[in-house]
Structures are given as structure tokens and as C-alpha cells.
């Protein structure tokens, strides 16, 4: 499925999402919101799909919003703006919380909310030219889609509190020593691909359980408590059957998994 701003693709089990805006280093407006809330729901709805991709077009990643196609919020209301903020922050809380694991090819800017759907992701990785940007506070805002939540759960408070209250940029060699990303690779899309593919090749419950266990928000105690309950859920997978008869067996396991 190929949108105005928005293209999908699904091969092989994996969907890849690619913001496709190459004219404003892919920068979003209102409809290219519009069109990542309706194919990441798509892809999280789809049983085919075992891992999505979010990236953008000519190995860019999201620059923010384009100002230049966005109204005058000022003139327009907090209702009419807490409406369009709320719809990026669907984006962001889709990525995070939906079953599906998601990763973040980032090859150029990301920038603002486009640096938030980055963190977003449970996985993230970045080329040499990859630029990480919290920069609200250089124009008179705040994180307004989840920023100042998610960073300091990925890199620590104290670097998290540097880079939102400074607006710093991060290149991608700093992104990788604060832990923001695993490494620097030459192809971000192909490596992205790669670990999706490995994620797709694991049992499908487990995975979507882990990433929920990670999503929440309540006590220690909760936790444990629904780790009880998916770890039930997972012993009685016919996936996990297969799994430990192929570790006794010395050898791969067979899940019907796409391969094209």
C-alpha cells in the first residue's frame, strides 16, 4: 500500500513503514500522521507481519514537522492543537505499545516528534549521517509526543536532562556510546531488516509477550503478576513445544514463518 506520504510494504513477515517526503527530509504534516496511525495499525492487526520497520525515504528518517504545512495552531485553539498533538502521540504510543515489535532505520534526522518515534521503537539503528534531535526547547517548546518520558528510560536521567534542556543535537557516534543505538552501520535499512528477521524467527507469543511485559507501568509486583500469567500462556504455545524439542534435538526449529 503506497500513500501520499506514507508507503507499505510486507515481505517476508516484515512490514516497512517509510515516511516518504524526501523534499522536506521526509518532515511530517497533518495527513502524514494521519497515514502512519492507519498502516501501523494495519501491520499490528495483520497475522503475516512478525516485525515492523519505520524509516524514511532516501535513507533519511523524519526531520519533525514541516512548518510550512502546518496552520496556524495559534490562531486555531488548544482544543483544535491538543487534537493534532494527541494524533502524534498515537503514532508514538503504537510503536511502544502494540504487540508487534518495531524497529527504527535512521539513516538521517530525527528530529522532534520524528526523534520520538524513533525512541519509540524497541530497537533502533543508525548510519553515519544519523542525527538524533530533542530540540523542542530551541523553539520555545517542550517534548510534547513523549520525549521527556521515553529518553531518560533509554539513556539515563542525567544524559537525558543534558540533551532536553539543552536542545543538543546527537550524531550517530554519540548516540551509540550513550546507548541510544547498538552501533554505526553503513546500511541502517538492511541492518534493521536483518533484526527483524531474527525477531521473526522466533515464537510469535513469546515475543509479543516480552514486549508487553517491557511496555508496563505498574509496581514490581504487577509485573510478576503478568509474567505469571504470559508465561502460562507461552508453556502451552505449541511454538514453545517446538522450540525446546528442536534445543533437544540439535536443531533449527520449524515455525511456519513467510519467507517471501
Known amino acids: 500500500m503506497t500513500g501520499e506520504d506514507v508507503r507499505y510494504d510486507v515481505d517476508g513477515g516484515i512490514a516497512t513503514v517509510t515516511i516518504d517526503r524526501p523534499a522536506v527530509r521526509n518532515a511530517f504534516r497533518e495527513a502524514t500522521v494521519a497515514e502512519l496511525n492507519e498502516v501501523l495499525a494495519r501491520a499490528d492487526a495483520d497475522d503475516d507481519v512478525y516485525a515492523i520497520v519505520l524509516t524514511g525515504s532516501e535513507g533519511g528518517f523524519c526531520a519533525g ?37 518495531t524497529i527504527a532505520a535512521v539513516g538521517g534526522p530525527a528530529v522532534g516528534a520524528g526523534c520520538d518515534f524513533a525512541l519509540a521503537c524497541d530497537v533502533r539503528t543508525a548510519g553515519p549521517d544519523a542525527l538524533f534531535s530533542e530540540g523542542f526547547v530551541s523553539v520555545g517548546l517542550v517534548p510534547g509526543d513523549g520525549g521527556a518520558w521515553l529518553l531518560p528510560r533509554l539513556i539515563g536521567e542525567g544524559p537525558a536532562r543534558e540533551l532536553l534542556l539543552t536542545g543538543r543535537d546527537v550524531d550517530a557516534e554519540r548516540a551509540a556510546d550513550l546507548g541510544l543505538v547498538a552501533e554505526v552501520v553503513a546500511d541502517p535499512l538492511a541492518e534493521a ?20 511485559l517491557l511496555s508496563e507501568q505498574g509496581s514490581f509486583a504487577d509485573h510478576c503478576e503478568s509474567a505469571i500469567a504470559y508465561q502460562w500462556e507461552c508453556v502451552t504455545d505449541p511454538e514453545h513445544e ?6 533437544r534435538e540439535r536443531r533449527d526449529p520449524d515455525y511456519d514463518r513467510p519467507t517471501e
Open 193 to 212: 531488516h536483518s533484526i527483524a528477521e531474527e525477531i521473526r524467527d522466533k515464537p510469535r507469543l513469546a515475543v509479543r509477550r516480552t514486549k508487553a
Open 65 to 101: 514537522a514541516d512548518v510550512g504545512e502546518m496552520p496556524d495552531w495559534s490562531g486555531m485553539g488548544e482544543t483544535a492543537y491538543g487534537e493534532f498533538l494527541s494524533s502524534v502521540q498515537a503514532v508514538v504510543e503504537k510503536l511502544r505499545t502494540n504487540p508487534t515489535p
Open 242 to 247: 517446538e522450540a525446546v524439542a528442536a534445543f
